[in-house]
């Protein structure tokens, strides 16, 4: 009679797929916006001392870690865009433990009229761009 402890110690962890996990999160920061393929953007435009700036928040499997540059977001309607500009230069990226996912706040600077153009149009794309790489999502 053989025995063998292979049997015992190759038995393989199901670890959820990122997707999996990020269908699973149940953020209540903000609203969701947009997703890609492996991410989802949650965006609120906000008030601070009576002016409008746009809090995003992106979890997914994009991961920055920048510094002094910050990074844009663009809204691409049918015929026109507006880009905005993060308000802080440094943007990092935090990992959710025991995943490979990531949490990303990033804030906008806007002013009255874009907000109004957000909140009333129809966003048909959405872009972020980090120092050389453009990352598009699809607004829900």
């Known amino acids: 009679m053989a025995f063998s402890f292979s049997k015992l110690f190759n038995k393989a962890k199901e670890v959820p797929s990122n997707s999996e996990i990020i269908e699973k999160i ?7 916006y947009a997703k890609n393929e492996t991410n989802i953007v949650y965006a609120d435009i906000e008030e ?8 995003t ?6 991961s920055v870690n ?3 540059t910050g990074c844009t977001v663009a809204f691409n309607f049918n015929n ?9 230069t440094t943007i990092e990226s ?12 990033i804030d906008f600077e806007l002013n009255e009229e874009e907000a109004t153009k957000i909140k ?3 966003v048909t794309t959405m872009e972020y761009g980090f120092k050389n790489k453009i990352i598009p999502f699809k607004p829900l």
């Open 80 to 88: 026109e865009s507006i880009k905005l500009n993060s308000d802080n």
């Open 57 to 62: 928040v992106i979890i997914g499997d994009t």
């Open 120 to 122: 009333g149009s129809k």
């Open 94 to 105: 935090n990992k959710i433990k025991n995943t490979n996912v990531y949490f990303t706040e």
């Open 48 to 55: 601070l001392g009576g002016f409008p700036y746009l809090k």
């Open 66 to 68: 920048i510094k002094r």
């Open 26 to 32: 149940d953020f209540k920061g903000g609203t969701k």
